[in-house]
């Protein structure tokens, strides 16, 4: 998956968590309300791809998702209170579940779909070689 790619995935499930927190909480689904709710988080995670790319690996991996996903949590929060947004520790609580959930997740989802490939891969290719070899009687 390119850079690009995971990037938008990652905001996708920023908004989907901006979506659902404004949807539990009876507050009006509004490309306004609901990007109010995200962007410091939307900002947090550029700021931590940067951070894991720096630290350990591009987040597009498991190695540095949970760099990334621990900055994300920690910087949106924190540019949240410094814009007004409020804070309270079970929200708090609530994003750092839930954003670990979709952020590290759908890596975890993409690294078993890749190993199991890549094991399919080499058992068909180790039992092309042992077909191909002339049997001994």
């Known amino acids: 998956m390119s850079r690009v790619a995971a990037y938008l995935v990652d905001a996708l499930f920023i908004l989907l968590f901006a979506t659902l927190g404004r949807m539990s909480h009876a507050e009006g689904l509004t490309w306004g309300g609901v990007l109010g709710v995200a962007w410091p988080f939307l900002v947090a995670c550029a700021v931590g791809w940067v951070v894991a790319w720096r630290v350990r690996d591009w987040p597009v991996r498991m190695p540095g998702a949970p760099v990334m996903w621990l900055v994300t949590v920690v910087l949106g ?22 954003l670990g959930f ?16 890549n094991g399919l891969t080499r058992w068909s290719e180790r039992n092309a070689r042992e077909n191909a070899r002339p049997r001994s009687r």
Not at 77 to 98: E, H, M, P, Y
Not at 102 to 116: I, Q
Request: glycine share 16%; hydrophobic share 65%.
């Open 77 to 98: 929060l924190a540019l949240r209170v410094a814009t007004g947004g409020g804070f309270a520790w079970s929200f708090g609580l609530v994003t750092l579940v839930v």
């Open 102 to 117: 979709f952020l590290v997740g759908w890596r975890c989802a993409a690294e078993v779909v890749r190993f199991g490939a």
